[in-house]
């Protein structure tokens, strides 16, 4: 049997961004089904011949470039997370690849007493675009991913002409645009307080860093448990001199953002490089950074992952935001208190 060359698995398999046509001139006309697409979210994925990393590699693909799986194997290997997708010529472990659909929205068209409105990204990406009077319309280098969070501070015409979402960021504090029909606005009612009756000191997070699980307790009876992805705990220091193992003691929540920027702050830097805008419900735990948050760069929970935070999935995050204290405000501004008590252990 001959060999598929790149090609023809780019033609049979998956799907550019540019097929996936992303304009307000197609929105009602685009019509396939994208309930089992996944994005590449690490620099190369392999194909295998089997659902096994030993087995041959019959195809690579690449960041961002989107996959049409179907079916989900559960192998033996690796048992930490031994879920493999079925793509065509062969399989892809799910570790670096993220589920993600393309859903349009219908854009809003002003903002209630100009409060700035949170929204989630609802395609695999969106290109973030800058106005300036030196330069006009210059598209950023990173993108904006599905599941990420975003506050909208206002809506003005953007590179097309249209109404655009001018997104706030708060790691540089300079704006940018997005297409509107990308991002869902977070209704109110999906962010209400989980659980308010419950006396604040009868709630507290315990994590296990040996088995890689969080569990949320309420009088000391568990009412949610996840597996989630700690820090790596022999990584390389950050620049600023923190270890990328998640420390071990006794915390409280301290902050709660919706929607944090995480990285370095270049607003033109390449997509490959770690920025992470829009992370979503985030709970600081330390004064250093480390928090709970949901992810949108990996499926590999259950094995230590990250810099120092508490990667969760995304929903699973949204949970524990909603469920945490102190009580959320909906603002671009830090909520500062003696939140709820988080034990961190092997």
């Not at 179907?70 to 993220?98: F, K, S």
């Not at 097309?160 to 997104?167: D, F, L, N, T, V």
Request: glycine share 8%; with cysteine.
């Amino acid at each position: 049997m001959n060999k598929l060359s790149r090609r023809d698995f780019l033609k049979l398999g998956g799907l550019s961004l540019g097929a996936l046509a992303f304009t307000p001139s197609l929105r009602d006309t685009f019509d396939f089904d994208d309930s089992n697409l996944v994005r590449v979210a690490t620099d190369s994925v392999s194909v295998h011949s089997q659902p096994d990393d030993k087995s041959r590699i019959v195809a690579t693909w690449y960041r961002d470039e989107l996959v049409h799986v179907y079916g989900e194997v559960v192998a033996d290997t690796p048992t930490y997370n031994p879920v493999w997708y079925r793509v065509w010529g062969g399989y892809m472990h799910r570790a670096r690849l993220q589920k993600v659909k393309v859903l349009f929205n219908q854009p809003l068209t002003s903002l209630e007493d100009n409060i700035p409105r949170l929204a989630e990204i609802t395609v695999p990406y969106t290109q973030p675009w800058r106005s300036t009077k030196a330069y006009g319309w210059q598209q950023l280098g990173f993108r904006l991913y599905y599941g990420s969070v975003h506050w909208v501070e206002a809506i003005e015409a953007g590179p097309s002409g249209e109404p655009w979402y001018r997104i706030y960021d708060d790691l540089t504090g300079y704006p940018y645009h997005i297409n509107p029909l990308h991002a869902r606005p977070i209704p109110l009612d999906e962010l209400t307080p989980l659980s308010p009756e419950v006396e604040p000191q009868k709630k507290h997070i315990e994590v296990n860093l040996t088995t890689q699980t969080l569990t949320a307790y309420e009088y000391d009876k568990a009412v949610f448990q996840t597996l989630i992805s700690s820090g790596i705990p022999n990584g390389s220091r950050e620049v600023n001199g923190i270890p990328t193992k998640t420390p071990e003691g006794e915390f409280r929540i301290l902050d709660k953002m919706p929607a944090k920027h995480m990285g370095n702050g270049n607003l033109f830097s390449d997509f490959t490089d770690y920025e992470l805008p829009g992370v979503p419900w985030t709970c600081f735990f330390t004064t250093q950074g480390h928090a709970f948050h949901g992810t949108y760069w990996h499926e590999n929970f259950g094995v230590p992952m990250s810099r120092g935070c508490i990667n969760m999935r995304t929903e699973e995050a949204k949970w524990l935001f909603r469920w945490a204290l102190p009580p959320h405000q909906i603002g671009k501004s830090f909520n500062r208190g003696l939140g709820t008590q988080v034990r961190i252990h092997y």
